[in-house]
């Protein structure tokens, strides 16, 4: 297997469809799973057009005039979609050097207003119950208009839906690492075969196809007389069950933290590859086995070259438990951490512990909590005071 720096492992997807290959294909992602938690795939089957039409048209969208990009602001959105400026967010106390669009499955809104209005009178709720806040985080895109920048709708659309087959292709090749069925994790997309039978600890709830998540990122050269160099501090992906980052160009600055010594060591782009890595869900449901490594990105220094990059948050169902997700997770693939700890490997763990809370177990929950916590001049907009209040705890 090619390796850049001694721990961040490429994968060549190509080799799933050799029959010579697909064994060593598997026994590198099983390394990669448990050991790193981080790696490269190339030769994924996203078509190299399908990527340039969406990436070349991010200059041009960031150039758009301010007016513009203001008038997409989030505050627009209770589902957390649109523009958020440069500095806007914070990491770990301090301002991300970066502006950002947030865009998603087109989807629409499923959020009952009324039916929350009829359960606050006791009646009784749908099989699905709408009325639950975090149903409000699913809705429809904040799209920039056809005459501003033409074809974008489009070129994310194209982008979104390949995004969306590979990171459905990649789980089924986490399914064969894990030895459990192919497809047993499609229930989680809404994909489910119809004679799927729960066979161990599954929950047998049907779920509507989650709603993926894409942030489109933009990191200027610093300025001389910026103190940071923060593009995105040190964190765990919150947003879905994988990502699935593309690097734009060839402007360097994302770092990833190896889980056992701590040490940072650089994540650069490399032509036509995916970066992927693991959610904190994902974390959780594995009981720590496979980690959602911590990355960061350092900005670009005042001579440097603007950083564009493009993560894709695969999403899960806002009704789905983490309890549930570790149904379906093999006894001997959530053991792996604790064998590792008690073999001396500490890596003790701070935001899976997270999930242990009663509270944040459904996946809306942390979502909600994830996104009113980042953004909550959009919190108090839409949601209000007391709910603000209640997901700060
Ligand atoms: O821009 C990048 O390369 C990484 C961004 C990232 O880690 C994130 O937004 O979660
Ligand atoms: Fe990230």
Do not use: C
């Amino acid at each position: 297997m090619a390796k850049i720096t001694p721990s961040i492992p490429i994968l060549d997807l190509s080799w799933a469809s050799n029959p010579d290959k697909k064994s060593k294909l598997l026994e590198q992602l099983h390394s990669a799973l448990f050991d790193v938690g981080f790696l490269y795939i190339t030769n994924h089957g996203v078509p190299e057009s399908t990527i340039s039409n969406l990436t070349d048209q991010l200059p041009t969208l960031f150039d758009l005039p301010q007016n513009e990009k203001a008038a997409l602001n989030k505050l627009n959105s209770p589902h957390f979609l649109g523009y958020s400026g440069f500095a806007e967010e914070t990491t770990l106390g301090e301002q991300d050097l970066r502006e950002q669009f947030d865009f998603a499955t087109e989807l629409p809104v499923v959020y009952d207003v009324a039916n929350q209005i009829n359960n606050l009178k006791n009646e009784t709720p749908s099989e699905r119950d709408f009325s639950k806040l975090y149903w409000r985080l699913r809705g429809p895109n904040q799209w920039p208009s056809e005459s501003s920048l033409s074809g974008f709708r489009e070129a994310f659309t194209e982008y979104h839906d390949a995004l969306e087959q590979l990171s459905y292709r990649f789980v089924h090749l986490i399914e064969e690492a894990f030895h459990i069925p192919i497809g047993t994790f499609d229930h989680f997309f809404g994909q489910q075969q119809p004679d799927f039978k729960p066979h161990g600890n599954e929950t047998s709830k049907t779920f509507l196809p989650p709603q993926h998540r894409l942030k489109l990122l933009h990191y200027p050269p610093s300025t001389t007389t910026s103190a940071s160099n923060q593009g995105v501090g040190a964190h765990k992906d919150s947003s879905g069950w994988l990502t699935f980052l593309y690097q734009i160009g060839h402007a360097p600055g994302l770092q990833v933290q190896l889980p056992n010594t701590g040490a940072w060591i650089p994540a650069p782009p490399i032509r036509n590859s995916f970066v992927v890595n693991f959610g904190n869900a994902f974390e959780a449901a594995t009981e720590g086995a496979v980690r959602a490594t911590v990355h960061r990105v350092i900005a670009p220094g005042p001579s440097g070259e603007a950083r564009y990059s493009i993560p894709f948050f695969q999403g899960l169902p806002l009704d789905m438990t983490v309890r549930e997700v570790r149904g379906y997770i093999p006894e001997e693939v959530r053991a792996l951490r604790r064998q590792a700890q008690d073999a001396g490997d500490g890596g003790g763990d701070d935001r899976a512990a997270m999930f242990l809370d009663q509270r944040w177990d459904e996946l809306g929950e942390s979502q909600l909590r994830k996104w009113i916590r980042s953004h909550e001049d959009v919190g108090l907009k839409w949601y209000g005071r007391d709910v603000v209040d209640y997901y700060a705890q």
